[in-house]
Structures are given as C-alpha cells and as structure tokens.
C-alpha cells in the first residue's frame, strides 16, 4: 500500500522540487536587490548583511534540490458493514510517522 501511495506522489513532488530553486531564487534576489538598492541610497547596509543575504539564497537552493519525497501519513478509507436501515459506516484508518494506526469511525 505505501508503494503505490509513494510513485503517485513522487511526480507531483519531483516536479515541485525543479520548479523550486529558480521560485527562491526570484524571491530571495528581490531581498537582495532591495539591501543593495538601500545601500546605494547611503542607506546603513553592512557588507555582512548582503553576505548573509547571498549566503541564506544559496543555502535555500542547495536545501530545495537536496529534497525528497517522505511520505508522512497514509489514509485508507473503507466503507462498513451498516444496518439494513442505516447508512454504512466509514471506517477511516490513519496511519503516521508520530501516530500509531487509529481506527475511527466517521458518520
């Protein structure tokens, strides 16, 4: 069951993690470009400021590429047995990384 969970979320996630760098890239020049901006309005911008600024960019980046896929939580939701007057129960199973399986029953 998690196999066929994990391949059906690793296209979506693969796709958002190419997309990634070059989103952080553009927010995060924009703050670069702004310390740069006020710095050259004789604004009080230390050298260390834009260093850190480049350094945070970079780190960003290189920490978006790194990125995997981990599958977190898996729900699986069966439909029970009910009266023959009564609507079936759903059954919802969840199961976490930090929570053990949890039946519970839903109307």
Same mark, same amino acid.
């Given at each position: 069951?998690?196999?066929?969970?994990?391949?059906?979320?690793? *296209?979506?996630?693969?796709?958002?993690?190419?997309?990634?760098?070059? &989103? %952080?890239?553009?927010? $995060?020049?924009? @703050?670069?470009?702004?310390?740069?901006?006020? +710095?050259? /309005?004789?604004?009080?911008? &230390?050298? *260390? *400021?834009?260093?850190?600024?480049? *350094? +945070?960019? +970079?780190?960003?980046?290189?920490?978006?590429? +790194?990125?995997?896929? &981990?599958?977190? %939580?898996?729900?699986?939701?069966? @439909?029970?047995?009910?009266?023959?007057?009564?609507?079936?129960? $759903?059954?919802? /199973?969840?199961?976490?990384?930090?929570?053990? @399986?949890?039946?519970? @029953?839903?109307?």
């Amino acid at each position: 069951m998690l196999e066929p969970a994990t391949e059906r979320a690793d *296209e979506p996630s693969r796709a958002l993690i190419i997309a990634s760098p070059s &989103r %952080a890239t553009t927010a $995060l020049s924009g @703050e670069l470009q702004r310390l740069v901006d006020l +710095q050259g /309005f004789n604004h009080p911008i &230390r050298h *260390e *400021e834009l260093a850190l600024a480049r *350094e +945070q960019s +970079q780190h960003a980046t290189t920490a978006i590429t +790194q990125a995997r896929l &981990r599958l977190d %939580a898996l729900r699986l939701i069966a @439909e029970g047995p009910g009266a023959d007057d009564e609507p079936d129960p $759903l059954i919802v /199973f969840e199961v976490s990384a930090t929570h053990k @399986e949890a039946p519970v @029953e839903r109307p």
